[in-house]
């Protein structure tokens, strides 16, 4: 099993940054990839970011530029650097951890970017 915690979220305003992190343990070998989802009020969940084992990351258009995927192997943590913020990435934002026998989520971050 791998467990996940969350943690970085918060109010910023237009145009600020804010990183998140989610620290793994456990079988923590097994992850296959690690993806951010985020969901606004009254939406559904969206995919944001992934990193996989090998390295290799993907983007939603909607945070292309803006924001960065990235892990630290030390420590077991990844991180979603989160630039240039607008009002509508307003969401609770969730990690998800992929293995090859299951996938695990965080209980949520908020991020509010309001002025």
């Known amino acids: 099993q791998v467990q996940l915690a969350e943690s970085g979220g918060g109010l910023v305003q237009p145009g600020g940054s804010l990183r998140l992190y989610c620290a793994t343990s456990g079988n923590t070998v097994s992850i296959n990839a690690i993806n951010w989802y985020r969901q606004a009020p009254g939406k559904q969940r969206e995919f944001v970011a992934q990193v996989t084992s090998g390295g290799y990351k993907r983007y939603a258009d909607s945070v292309k530029g803006r924001f960065t995927i990235s892990r630290d192997n030390t420590n077991n943590t990844r991180y979603l650097q989160m630039n240039s913020l607008q009002f509508e990435d307003t969401a609770v934002y969730y990690c998800?951890?992929?293995?090859?026998?299951?996938?695990?989520w965080g209980q949520g971050t908020q991020v509010t970017v309001s002025s």
């Open positions: 998800n951890v992929v293995t090859i026998r299951a996938e695990y």
